[in-house]
């Protein structure tokens, strides 16, 4: 999952918990497989296609690692035309407008607004980004207990994984519409590293004026345009991609360092190109990011709750393999991708 998740876990009344839980599996015992395969199947498609098509709006917290993160979300489907408005109510302030695959960026600090294409569409709810019968090669489908979410009645589905080169996930879809109200991953351990969850949410009518700017008056703002290109990058190769992660886009895009100190006035900004190879198995996504090696950096690696990240030099380029997978499975991509060398 692109946007991810960490969580503070509470227990209470351990006995009735425990009991509840030995009752739950031997429900799932006794359903048969198929069945239970099927139902899940049922279940992801639900997810998928109502967070595109449901008109909603909701708060939602985001933990990843130590850093946690309170952002709303309005979400309205008119006709055929997706318009998404996200908040960052935290820190200091961002919107985001999304009009089906455009996105324009409000940044209220330094007066200045950032036009983009959507790269992928992983955003909460909307994180599932395969057909759940591929899903299925690599995760194993369960359905898990029902509960309840920021008021919700809701159904649990777990995936775990087949390997060790993802992390495992539990999703909880509203049982009325199949709408995602929470999600976390699950490492190997099965311990939570990242969650994202409702904590307010309304289904159904939405105002529109609820997905316009909040900012009425953008008169000497900056405006900078996200120049982005679909690109042949077919000379850089992944030998060792983990099982099931497709390639789903290649692109050039011009990337802008702006320093702290500049202003809406001021003209210190730079703009250096960067391409880009996506990967994703429909649930977490692998990028590599490929620039020329004309600055000074040091090769290393860092996490972040369940994002990994390798930096690494080969030859004149500098690699940056960014991916929500375990450090074992973004290092065995670092180490593997190669450069054809042009006859």
């Given at each position: 999952?692109?946007?991810?998740?960490?969580?503070?876990?509470?227990?209470f009344?351990?006995s009735?918990?425990?009991?509840y839980?030995?009752?739950?599996?031997?429900?799932?015992?006794?359903?048969?497989?198929?069945t239970?395969?099927?139902?899940?199947?049922v279940?992801?498609?639900?997810?998928?296609?109502?967070?595109?098509?449901l008109?909603?709006?909701?708060?939602?917290?985001?933990?990843?690692?130590?850093?946690?993160?309170?952002?709303?979300i309005?979400?309205?489907?008119?006709?055929?035309?997706?318009?998404?408005?996200l908040?960052?109510?935290?820190?200091?302030?961002?919107?985001?407008?999304?009009?089906?695959?455009?996105?324009?960026?409000?940044?209220?600090?330094?007066?200045?607004?950032r036009?983009?294409?959507?790269?992928?569409?992983?955003?909460f709810?909307?994180?599932?980004?395969?057909?759940?019968?591929?899903?299925?090669?690599?995760?194993?489908?369960?359905?898990?207990?029902t509960?309840?979410?920021?008021?919700?009645?809701?159904q649990?589905?777990i995936?775990?994984p087949k390997?060790?080169?993802?992390?495992?996930?539990?999703?909880?879809?509203?049982?009325s519409?199949?709408?995602?109200l929470?999600?976390?991953?699950?490492?190997?351990?099965?311990?939570?590293?990242?969650?994202?969850?409702?904590t307010?949410?309304?289904?159904?009518?939405?105002?529109?004026?609820?997905?316009?700017?909040?900012?009425?008056?953008?008169?000497g703002?900056?405006?900078?345009?996200?120049?982005?290109?679909?690109?042949?990058?077919?000379?850089?190769?992944?030998?060792?991609?983990?099982?099931g992660?497709?390639k789903?886009?290649?692109m050039?895009?011009?990337i802008?360092?702006?320093?702290?100190s500049?202003?809406?006035?001021?003209?210190?900004?730079?703009?250096r190109?960067?391409?880009?190879?996506?990967?994703?198995?429909?649930l977490?996504?692998?990028?590599?990011?490929?620039?020329?090696?004309?600055?000074?950096?040091?090769?290393?690696?860092?996490?972040?709750?369940?994002?990994?990240?390798?930096?690494?030099?080969?030859?004149?380029?500098?690699?940056?393999?960014?991916?929500?997978?375990?450090?074992?499975?973004?290092?065995?991509?670092?180490?593997?991708?190669?450069?054809?060398?042009?006859?």
């Amino acid at each position: 999952m692109r946007q991810t998740f960490g969580i503070l876990k509470f227990v209470f009344f351990l006995s009735s918990v425990l009991a509840y839980s030995a009752n739950v599996v031997a429900q799932a015992e006794s359903v048969e497989p198929s069945t239970a395969q099927h139902d899940t199947q049922v279940w992801l498609k639900k997810i998928q296609s109502s967070a595109q098509k449901l008109n909603y709006s909701g708060t939602f917290v985001y933990q990843q690692g130590s850093q946690v993160r309170t952002s709303r979300i309005t979400h309205i489907l008119n006709g055929k035309n997706e318009v998404e408005k996200l908040e960052i109510l935290d820190g200091k302030p961002r919107e985001y407008i999304r009009n089906n695959e455009e996105i324009v960026c409000y940044v209220p600090e330094s007066k200045s607004i950032r036009i983009e294409k959507r790269v992928t569409q992983d955003v909460f709810p909307a994180i599932l980004g395969a057909n759940p019968t591929e899903l299925a090669e690599h995760y194993n489908l369960k359905m898990g207990e029902t509960g309840r979410v920021a008021g919700f009645d809701c159904q649990a589905i777990i995936l775990e994984p087949k390997d060790k080169l993802r992390y495992g996930y539990k999703l909880w879809a509203e049982k009325s519409t199949g709408l995602l109200l929470k999600a976390q991953t699950l490492n190997e351990k099965n311990s939570v590293v990242e969650q994202i969850a409702f904590t307010q949410l309304v289904i159904g009518h939405i105002d529109a004026s609820r997905v316009k700017p909040s900012v009425k008056n953008t008169q000497g703002w900056r405006v900078e345009n996200a120049v982005m290109s679909e690109a042949n990058l077919s000379g850089w190769t992944v030998k060792a991609m983990p099982a099931g992660f497709k390639k789903v886009r290649e692109m050039k895009r011009l990337i802008t360092d702006t320093p702290a100190s500049a202003t809406a006035e001021s003209t210190q900004s730079t703009q250096r190109e960067v391409s880009q190879i996506v990967y994703s198995d429909g649930l977490a996504a692998i990028s590599v990011f490929i620039e020329p090696a004309s600055q000074s950096r040091t090769e290393g690696s860092m996490q972040q709750g369940a994002m990994n990240i390798v930096g690494k030099r080969h030859g004149d380029y500098w690699l940056t393999v960014v991916g929500e997978v375990p450090a074992a499975a973004i290092k065995q991509v670092a180490n593997s991708i190669e450069l054809k060398t042009q006859p």
